[in-house]
């Protein structure tokens, strides 16, 4: 069974720094490529970062570009999303989302999320 598990949202002061963490298990970790998504309050949710399984690859949406760094731990089957000069508009619930593809099909997998708060 598919399991994410995202740690390390807070509140957070503007201009402060946090690494997200998600824990995944159930899957063959080091062959899915992995994002993280953001859901700020009243929007919908958007992708922000992606990292290819082998973790040579990645890919950060504009807004993301800059301050947002993922990685990937494959031997702990860890995914992390490091965000620095945190902005209030970073507030949002972050997610991590694991795309499988099995026998032609497309699997997303998504965690419960964490929340991150930055407010002074």
């Known amino acids: ?6 740690s390390g949202g807070n509140l957070v002061q503007p ?3 946090l690494k997200l963490s998600c824990a995944a298990s159930g899957f063959t970790f080091s062959v899915v490529p992995m994002s993280w998504y953001r ?8 992708r922000v ?5 082998d973790g040579a690859s990645t890919i950060y949406d504009q807004s993301a ?33 694991a795309r499988r593809v099995d026998g032609g099909q497309i699997y997303d997998h998504w965690g419960q999320g964490t929340r991150v708060t930055v407010s002074s």
């Open 1 to 6: 069974q598919v399991q994410l598990v995202e």
């Open 15 to 17: 201009g402060g720094s």
């Open 39 to 46: 859901q700020p309050p009243g929007n919908e949710r958007e």
């Open 49 to 53: 970062a992606l990292i290819s399984g």
């Open 65 to 97: 570009k800059g301050r947002f760094t993922i990685s990937r731990d494959n031997d702990k089957n860890l995914l992390y999303l490091q965000i620095t000069s945190l902005t209030p508009d970073d507030t949002a619930v972050y997610y991590c989302n």
